[in-house]
């Protein structure tokens, strides 16, 4: 289960691996939610996407999974940055941890993009799910690994061109376009709601866990 910690006068949640080894090192992964579970009741931001994936693996997920919510009104910035970053270094003086990585999906997949890039020593590797990023930080990114998850007929956040919260993004596709070193998965046929099947492929994960920043 994910257990609500509280910092800076904010609720979030950490779920911590029941295998933790006694006096080993554990990766984090940090989940950053869809615009809809914005809010301040600790609870909602975990009904989609990655912490219901890792309630029905918990006996057997082997990392650390820090779940921020964002008060918005729209991506993680200002005091949900703060909060966000906070929460990291709370968890690293609480455990020993090896390495981070970051993800999201729509808005967290967006916010995924832009943390990236304005702490981009700070991850080891970005899973970005259905999320927009700016071209000029495409060359902040060149030396984290990373995956990018677009559906082709996605109406909140298209793959290609600009969307209705920022027209600066730029969809997941022409993001993997600027980083040509990433890796780009686009579902033929399917709208926004693809984070099922991303957090759900064993490929996704064979490939995180072996990933180190450049």
């Known amino acids: 289960m994910f257990l609500k910690r509280t910092l800076l006068g904010r ?37 989609f996407g990655l912490p219901p994936y890792v309630e029905a693996h918990a006996a057997d997920f082997p990392a650390l999974v820090l779940a921020p919510q964002c008060k918005g009104p ?35 997949g967006c916010s995924t993009f832009d943390l990236g890039a304005e702490h981009s020593g700070s991850w080891d590797a970005l899973v970005v799910v259905c999320g927009a990023g700016y071209a000029s930080d495409a060359l902040r990114l060149v030396r984290t690994p990373v995956w990018i998850f677009h559906g082709e007929r996605d109406p909140v956040v298209p793959p290609s061109g600009p969307n209705q919260w920022d027209p600066r993004n730029l969809g997941g596709r022409d993001m993997s ?14 709208a926004h709601d693809i984070w099922d099947r991303v957090y759900s492929d064993p490929a996704l994960w064979d490939w995180l866990w072996v990933q180190r920043r450049r």
Do not use: C
């Open 177 to 190: 376009k600027l980083l040509p070193h990433a890796r780009y998965t686009e579902f033929p046929g399917a």
């Open 11 to 47: 609720a979030y949640r950490l779920f911590v691996p029941p295998k933790a080894p006694a006096g080993g090192s554990l990766p984090l992964v940090v989940f950053l939610h869809g615009v809809g579970e914005n809010g301040t009741d600790g609870e909602k931001h975990l009904q």
């Open 74 to 108: 729209w991506k993680f910035v200002g005091e949900d940055e703060q909060l966000l970053m906070a929460a990291i270094e709370s968890v690293r003086r609480e455990f020993s941890v090896d390495r981070v990585y970051l993800t999201g999906l729509s808005q967290g």
